[in-house]
Each structure stands twice: as C-alpha cells, then as structure tokens.
C-alpha cells in the first residue's frame, strides 16, 4: 500500500482566516514533506520533516506554519494568506530523511483558493 | 544553484516510442526520479536511476549519466492515457531533497 491521503480536497479562504491541511500515511516512512504547486508548474518544495523534526523550511513565509504530530501526520497551518497563495498543496512520504534513494509517495493534494 | 532543462511540450503518436530528454547542474547530486503525473493530480513515480546507464521498467525507461548531466525517459508502445506531463527530478543532498524540472507535457494523438 502506498497511499498517502490528504484532507480537505479543496479549502475556500479569506485572508483573515486560519485553516489547516491535514496528510496521513500508514506505510511506515519516517519522512514527510509538504509541495506547494501552482497550475503548469512543478511542484515546490516547503517543508520536510525527518523522524518528526523539521530538517528542511524552504524560506516559506510564517503564515505557513507546519506541524508533525506524530509519524503518521502531518499538518500544515494556514494564517492570514494572500490570493497568491492559492495553489495546489501537496503531501508526500518516503521511508527516511536520511541520505539515500527514498521514493517519495504523494497523495491527492489540497486544492486552496484564497479569496 | 539548480538547473533542470527539458522540453515543454511533446507530441507522439499511439503505439509509437517517445524520448524525453533531461539535462541538469544541480549540487549534491545524489541521483535521478521521473515522474508522471495527469492534470489535476498528484505526481506518480515512475523510475529512479543512481548509477549510470538504463533501468528497465515495462513499457518505461530511463537513462542516466552523472557525467554529461543527463537523463532520459524512454516510453514504448505509448497509449492515449501517457498524455501526461513527465517531471524530472534530481535528488541531492542528505534529506532527500527533490527538485523538479518545469515537466514536459506529452500529447499523445490516435
């Protein structure tokens, strides 16, 4: 099995809101990762947490506020965006952080329109 | 810095062999994926290659010349549903850290 799922599908906001993007996988990996992908771009990396402790922050703006409950989840707080902001946000997982070829499995992705 | 070049658009037709070529400067490189992913959806993987020279999977295949900076992926006996954009991706660094070339959107015509 290497599904990876994503809640919501798709999230409406305004600029005042707070709104979280949830990811859950069960295969076991120790690392997880959050995309940011606009339309007919590739996907950008945010963030990447190994054994639950974030080890990358791609220079992402504060209002995007990530959070590793456990190795299974992982979160992703959304403060005060901008109409730029709106994109598809991608979760994905890979079996450790560490050096190495790890597949990185992503699930369906949160559709976010900000308004 | 990063640098991932490859073709925007490609054209095939059904039955016919596609070639997508991948040319990157990236620091730390550690080795190569490909991936697929439909509009609207998330990227699936299809292949990885550390080593030079070509991994065979089905109908897929890729290349890799950590020398030249060089990758390719190789689609045989292409069906309508490969229509798809075709990302490349070079994996450095110790944290499995991916960066995606800008994809190649492959139309394949009847």
């Known amino acids: 099995d290497t599904e990876v799922t994503q809640t919501p599908k798709h999230l409406v906001m305004g600029m005042t809101n707070k709104k979280s993007l949830k990811c859950e996988q069960h295969m076991g990996h120790r690392a997880m990762y959050w995309y940011k992908q606009k339309a007919k771009k590739p996907p950008e990396l945010m963030f990447v947490y190994s054994y639950e402790k974030l080890s990358i922050n791609e220079s992402v703006p504060s209002r995007f506020s990530p959070e590793c409950p456990n190795s299974s989840l992982l979160n992703l707080h959304l403060h005060a965006l901008q109409p730029e902001d709106s994109a598809l946000y991608l979760c994905a997982s890979s079996q450790a952080g560490g050096a190495g070829t790890d597949t990185q499995y992503f699930g369906p992705g949160t559709r976010l329109t900000v308004l | 810095g990063q640098n991932i070049d490859q073709p925007t658009e490609m054209t095939a037709t059904e039955g016919a062999i596609v070639q997508i070529n991948c040319t990157y400067q990236?620091?730390?490189?550690?080795?190569l994926f490909w991936y697929q992913q439909h509009a609207g959806e998330a990227p699936t993987f299809l292949s990885y290659?550390?080593?030079?020279g070509l991994e065979e999977k089905g109908r897929f295949s890729s290349f890799l010349s950590r020398s030249k900076g060089y990758s390719y992926l190789l689609l045989k006996e292409l069906q309508m549903k490969d229509s798809a954009s075709y990302l490349c991706a070079p994996f450095s660094g110790g944290y499995n850290k991916l960066i995606f070339g800008a994809g190649t959107r492959l139309a394949v015509h009847p």
């Open positions: 990236t620091s730390g490189f550690n080795g």
């Open positions: 290659n550390v080593l030079d």
